[in-house]
């Protein structure tokens, strides 16, 4: 983990591990700093002598929202001039005296493209991982680097937008994770994008997302002949009330021969609820062609071969066991839920996978953190320097 003060040792911290192909960078900053970080990362790193060797590269920002500024006594006291973004950029830099030199002046947000379409990421990269902050507008000039790659075949992004924004074509992907930040599934050609921009796309996983009710009965994905492996989540809340049957029909337009799909393993990823507190759910169906065909039914074109967790009769159990425990502790502290509030609302079910992280495709997974503020030891305090 660096700060921007440390980011200066980075160069030195990586060079004697000649031999390094994989590497993770993790810094901890103001949002504000972000894009002078992520350009100056690669400027330091392209120097490396073994730069082009790396395969796998991530870079993961944790950074404060706009809005922490707020929390600063000598910035609510500035004059709103004093705000504009190169002047907030300025005041910001003085936290970090070291580091002034080597980010340089503000990069205005016209000249980012420019900047990171001169960036060359690592001849031999293989996946790159990114967990960009706030000054990142999803697919922007952030991945000019990645676009310019001829060799990025697994590409993972966290904290997208949904309907997906995606400006440019990435035609060496094969392996695709979206985070999409636990924001609701409601439209399903808000994937649509994806069959122009990633044609070659072979596997997609999407974590943290939430199907709305009106699209967690069918899977209404883009046509992706390509595509041969999903990993989603749960259709529904509580997994216990979605069993196979239902999870087979949510897949049925992912198996429209007309179509030419060639899905072959779909995972569902779900949480559910015990008196030990929030579960996680996953279930893995391998599909093939029926041996024995009946062309009268449709669906006994396909064969489904489920494993992991598919025990729904002691999921449901288990979910009523936990939902009479927090109806009796509700009475025992003499609680009153809200109107149309359930039993046992106050535990979130996302608190089982409250880490997150970035899936590279083929099991492998970065911890980030769930939090923008990562438990490091070195605090980031509110800037509160004396002006010069």
Not at 58 to 70: D, K, L, Q, R, S
Not at 91 to 107: S, V
Not at 129 to 153: C, E, K, W, Y
Not at 215 to 233: K, S
Request: with cysteine; proline share 7%; net charge negative.
């Amino acid at each position: 983990m660096f700060t921007l003060d440390t980011l200066l040792d980075l160069y030195s911290a990586v060079s004697i591990f000649p031999s390094l192909r994989s590497l993770t960078v993790q810094i901890f900053s103001y949002w504000i700093l972000e894009r002078n970080a992520y350009y100056t990362l690669f400027r330091i790193l392209s120097t490396l002598p073994f730069y082009n060797d790396i395969d796998d590269l991530a870079f993961i920002w944790f950074g404060t929202e706009a809005e922490w500024y707020n929390d600063i006594e000598k910035y609510r006291l500035l004059p709103e001039t004093e705000k504009s973004t190169v002047k907030l950029y300025d005041w910001t830099m003085k936290q970090y005296p070291k580091a002034r030199e080597l980010l340089g002046p503000l990069i205005p947000e016209d000249q980012f493209p420019k900047k990171m379409g001169d960036l060359r990421l690592p001849k031999n990269l293989q996946a790159y991982r990114t967990n960009l902050g706030p000054a990142a507008n999803d697919f922007d000039s952030h991945f000019l680097p990645v676009v310019n790659s001829a060799s990025i075949q697994t590409l993972a992004i966290h904290k997208v937008a949904y309907p997906l924004k995606i400006a440019f074509d990435f035609p060496t992907v094969k392996n695709l994770t979206l985070n999409l930040d636990y924001k609701l599934i409601y439209r399903p050609e808000g994937f649509e994008v994806l069959k122009y921009r990633f044609p070659n796309l072979e596997s997609l996983r999407i974590i943290k997302a939430t199907w709305t009710q009106s699209v967690r009965y069918i899977f209404c994905f883009p046509n992706m002949p390509m595509i041969t492996q999903l990993d989603i989540p749960w259709p529904g809340s509580t997994p216990h009330k979605y069993k196979i049957d239902a999870l087979e029909h949510f897949l049925s337009p992912m198996l429209n021969e007309r179509n030419q799909r060639n899905l072959e393993r779909c995972t569902f990823r779900g949480t559910t609820c015990s008196i030990a507190g929030p579960v996680p759910v996953i279930a893995t169906c391998t599909i093939s062609k029926s041996k024995e065909l009946d062309i009268n039914i449709s669906s006994n074109v396909w064969e489904f071969q489920w494993e992991g967790d598919i025990d729904f009769d002691q999921m449901e159990k288990d979910w009523k066991d936990w939902e009479a425990l927090e109806r009796q502790e509700d009475l025992d502290s003499d609680y009153v839920p809200s109107e149309g509030e359930e039993p046992g609302s106050s535990v979130s079910l996302n608190e089982a996978d409250q880490g997150e992280y970035i899936d590279l495709g083929d099991g492998d997974s970065e911890f980030s953190g769930d939090s923008e503020y990562p438990e490091t030891g070195d605090e980031l305090y509110p800037v509160d320097t004396d002006e010069e």
